[in-house]
């Protein structure tokens, strides 16, 4: 089975703040995603990376960068935390074929004080 | 851009009736749509793929039908149990290059007992 994990369940930071979220996969998969889940607003696609040191911007790319200097992790780095990126992070993995089912993590519940 | 739509309101139903949810999109002419089903705090979970040249689809008590005319997937959970209750979501292949899926907002389904 394909698991994907995430660093943390749930975080607490304070405006300013540096934040890392970390995501592991351990099934090859080349393409990685993050995206955040607010009520209301389903899940919107932050960024997307489709092999190590690669990126593309989503829907939702300001105020976030991600890294991905080895293939089964992927993180998510908000640079100076603000009360509206608290919101639900989910990361989640595929592999490229003609179906890109995605697999995701259990999801990060952070909140910017 | 393609828009995704699901009723945005719960279903509630009763135990052992079969329930039916509704995933509508515009604007676009997807190869395949797929089903996820979320439970609180968790992240998505796939549940079943149907192709464009699919009519419908099943997997035990789910069946999943796909109108390319009607721009509509319908998914039905037939005897429904209180452990079906979740929200469920349905995704599109993007609508550009790459290996992105574009999620609908999600319904919620509630079995009673």
């Known amino acids: 089975d394909v698991k994907v994990t995430q660093s943390s369940r749930y975080l607490v930071k304070r405006t300013g703040e540096k934040v890392f979220l970390e995501c592991v996969q351990d099934m090859d998969h080349e393409n990685m995603f993050w995206y955040r889940q607010d009520p209301g607003l389903g899940l919107r696609l932050i960024y997307f990376?489709?092999?190590?040191?690669?990126?593309e911007k989503g829907d939702i790319p300001e105020g976030y960068s991600v890294s991905r200097e080895k293939k089964e992790r992927f993180s998510l780095i908000l640079e100076s935390a603000s009360t509206n990126q608290t919101s639900m992070y989910l990361c989640?993995?595929?592999?490229?074929?003609?179906?890109?089912?995605?697999?995701f993590g259990p999801g990060t519940r952070l909140t910017v004080l | 851009s393609q828009k995704i739509e699901q009723n945005s309101e719960a279903l509630n139903i009763q135990e052992g009736k079969t329930a039916t949810l509704t995933c509508n999109y515009t604007?676009?002419?997807?190869?395949?749509l797929q089903w996820y089903r979320q439970d609180p705090g968790r992240g998505p979970v796939f549940l079943l793929l149907?192709?464009?040249?699919?009519k419908e689809k099943r997997k035990e008590r789910l069946k999943v039908t796909f109108d390319t005319t009607l721009k509509q997937s319908l998914f039905h959970i037939t005897a429904s149990q209180p452990a079906d209750s979740a929200t469920y979501l349905c995704?599109?292949?993007?609508?550009?290059?790459?290996?992105?899926?574009?999620f609908g907002g999600g319904t919620r389904l509630m079995v009673k007992p």
């Open positions: 990376s489709y092999d190590v040191k690669m990126k």
């Open positions: 995704a599109l292949d993007g609508d550009n290059a790459g290996n992105m899926l574009t």
């Open positions: 604007n676009y002419s997807p190869a395949y």
């Open positions: 989640a993995s595929s592999t490229p074929s003609s179906t890109d089912t995605q697999y």
């Open positions: 149907i192709r464009e040249n699919e």
